[in-house]
């Protein structure tokens, strides 16, 4: 990780088995920028939405996005290592709370992984779960939502084979977004330990 990284206030943590130590840190648009848009411009981030974008454009979204109460942004550190992008928002709050019967304990979320030196087996699913313990953490939230590019199959895969339900395509100003959710009672149960 560098020091830079290293030396910011986790907004979450936790220890990722076989992984290595997860830390959610706030984007600070000025200077995480650079790194941001090397994983956006990628062809394989195209579902993103910022493909084309320039530095500056990623930077402004990410200020916008940090003058927001109801949204927030984070770099995800693993093991001291940059993992991607994990956005959380209210949906109340959002365009994609018109779509669909948006609920004030509707915790909505985005992720964006970077890309990997070395795939490793289970670490979509372990990292995924802990993001969802850090939006459960809030005891006035009791679901999940997101809502990927419905193209984007390997992502609509990923949130089913992790416990999400599928919910309906609509259409939102940028997409046509493939609804996920999961429901706090049916996480709670997958990942409860066995006696």
């Not at 830079?4 to 706030?26: C, K, M």
């Not at 046509?176 to 959710?181: H, I, K, Q, T, Y």
Request: net charge negative; hydrophobic share 45%; with cysteine.
């Amino acid at each position: 990780m560098t020091d830079d990284l290293a030396a910011r206030a986790a907004a979450y943590a936790e220890d990722l088995p076989g992984l290595g130590h997860l830390r959610l840190l706030r984007v600070l648009p000025d200077q995480d920028a650079n790194l941001i848009h090397s994983w956006v411009r990628e062809e394989r981030a195209r579902f993103w939405g910022m493909n084309g974008w320039s530095r500056e454009q990623v930077r402004d979204v990410y200020s916008f996005l940090d003058s927001l109460d109801t949204h927030h942004g984070y770099l995800m550190t693993v093991a001291g290592r940059p993992e991607g992008i994990f956005q959380t928002y209210e949906p109340l709050h959002d365009p994609v709370g018109e779509a669909y019967p948006a609920r004030e304990e509707d915790a909505g979320m985005h992720l964006l992984l970077a890309p990997a030196a070395a795939p490793v087996p289970g670490f979509t699913a372990t990292l995924l779960a802990a993001l969802v313990r850090f939006l459960l953490a809030d005891p006035a939230k009791d679901r999940v939502v997101a809502e990927p590019d419905a193209r984007n199959s390997k992502a609509v895969s990923r949130f089913l084979r992790c416990g999400f339900e599928a919910g309906p395509t609509v259409q939102l100003a940028e997409k046509e977004a493939r609804l996920v959710f999961l429901e706090r009672a049916a996480f709670e149960s997958r990942t409860a330990p066995t006696p």
